[in-house]
């Protein structure tokens, strides 16, 4: 995908469930939601994750990319 800057924005096929461990939800938004989160190889360390679910963006890539950018 590509940014309004013209930055690639990049995904992978990994499934996250394998590295990580999940909790409870932080906060919902426009393209999904977020997640607390521990690294499986470090249980010590958190973090928020934002889910996207793809099925819903139904032609609003850009608009995505764009937000994973900021974040």
Do not use: C, R
């Not at 469930?17 to 393209?31: A, D, N, Q």
């Amino acid at each position: 995908m590509q940014t309004s800057n013209n930055d690639s924005v990049f995904t992978s096929t990994t499934d996250i469930h394998t590295l990580y461990s999940f909790g409870k939800v932080l906060g919902i938004g426009s393209f999904g939601k977020v997640i607390l989160a521990k690294l499986k190889s470090n249980p010590t360390k958190s973090y928020a994750i934002k889910m996207i679910d793809k099925k819903n963006l139904g032609g609003k890539e850009a608009i995505l990319a764009n937000e994973i950018y900021t974040l």
